[in-house]
């Protein structure tokens, strides 16, 4: 009963009053009175059952009326409600289809180019800010690990990963380690580690080193401290990210003051904290809708962002996304954002 009161959910006709402010709202960015919502719902209804109607939405938390204007707007909460049971997405044309094909074709042997190119497109496609990571390499399995002793205080690691990859190394060491020391440091690799992402094989070696420094022997140490160095140059995922179109944000209104614009900037330009964002989307299934605060930073909170991961394989190896004021298009930018990303992987997987 209590949630019923916390969160409830107004009958049919207060749906389709809201569906519709917050359509005119997206449309023209000016607080929706009764006798508009009254022209524009198709319904036979009176400005004062509308107003009603209004009231009701309103104590629900789902609409606000901003200063003293008569007309109301939705709010991050009426939004949400909006896009997850009453907007009607729309796929884009086969006009815009083809064109993401073709950019998508023109930079596919270019990798850089091609995140470059997809955020442009967001950009142009939506009138906001397009974001892209740049491709992560896909997961990395340590399958074994293989020492062998060069002359000249050097060895040779041999990394077999995933299902066959060989990746071979030289490593330059303080001193000579026989056969039987690297034999032993192997063995406790493979039998401790094997199986695991190379990333978290790194991890935890540099964990259990500080944990087990005083308890293994000092060779021992050493070895295994060669063995996370020899893991160092292989593939890592990716920490960057490619935004396109910022400056088409002062074209909204409730974003163009001067303040809000330097604090979205600045956004941009601190890495950690779009990819932060970004990476709550990495093992998303489908696409992700952030709504002001849900974002978790304050400084978006006027703002929605939209993303999508994007695959090869059964990795996946990058999102790609929209970010701009919370009164957005969803039924198209949605869709937009869902299509770029499967063929953006589409063309990726034929190239891999």
Sequence with gaps: MSAEVSNPVPNDRGQHLLRVLIQRYIRDGLPVGSRTLSKDAGLDLSPATIRNVMSDLEDMGLVSAPHTSAGRIPTPKGYRLFVDTLVRYQQPGDGDIRKIKAQIRG?????????????????????????VTVPRAPQVTLRQIEFLPLSENRVLVILVVNDREVQNRILHTERDYSASELQQAQNFINQHYAGNDLGLVRRKLLEDLDSTRDSMNQTMHGIISVAQSAMDGTTTPGNNYVVAGETNLMAFAELSDVDTLRRLFEAFSRKRLILDLLDRSINADGVQIFIGEESGYRIFDGCSVITAPYHVDDDTIGVLGVIGP????????????DVTARLLESALSQNS
């Design 107 to 131: 930079e596919s042997d270019n990798p850089d180019g091609l995140v470059g190119a997809i955020s442009n497109m967001l950009s142009e496609f939506t009138s906001m800010a397009g974001v």
């Design 326 to 337: 919370t009164r957005m298009a969803y039924d198209r930018v949605v869709p937009i954002v």
